[in-house]
């Protein structure tokens, strides 16, 4: 669907002018199968609906990859008294034996036991291919909008990092609105 959409000029040029005017863009016809959303939000609520003590089982790792419980980060701590109103399981590209731990986030994910679970890491490991394979496309365009050669960007993203971030946020009470998560308008 992206390629038919990117052979027409006004596209190419659109898309030139929102990364370079206000550095944001909403991707539709993407191509991504809606039936790998659904399995991912199937699994996402399969996770949080497990006991605290379950999810604290694969809490995040050295990595920053596993469960974060409730208020348990703070991105905004000048400005909050409590942690944010979100919990979360972080996941990201496994890396090889050669690259583990040469960089501070490159590491082992902490998946949640399979048995509590069932699919939850082959699901994700698919979905994150499919995301990694959906940016490098964009990388394409993106130079090519930008002028550049369309593999300008290839030897950067040569071994992505790719990053799921799965967040469930809870619901507020009282008068003093509590921040979920940084603002950043």
Known sequence: ILAKVWTRRRSRRCLGIAVQDTAFFFLTGHGVDGAMSARILEVSRQFFALSDRDKELCSVNEYHRGYTRFGEERLDPGNQVCGDTKEGFYCGS???????????????????DEHLVPDFRRIFEEYQEVMCDLGRK????????????????????????????????????????????????
Request: with cysteine; net charge negative; charged share 25%.
């Open 94 to 112: 496994e890396p090889s034996d050669e690259d583990r731990g040469s960089f501070r986030l490159l590491g082992p994910n902490n998946w949640p």
């Open 138 to 185: 964009v990388n394409k365009y993106l130079a090519i909008a930008l002028n550049q050669e369309e593999d300008c960007f290839d030897q950067a993203v040569e071994k992505p990092m790719g990053y799921v971030r799965l967040l469930r946020y809870s619901g507020q009470q009282g008068r003093i609105p509590i921040t979920g998560i940084l603002r950043t308008s």
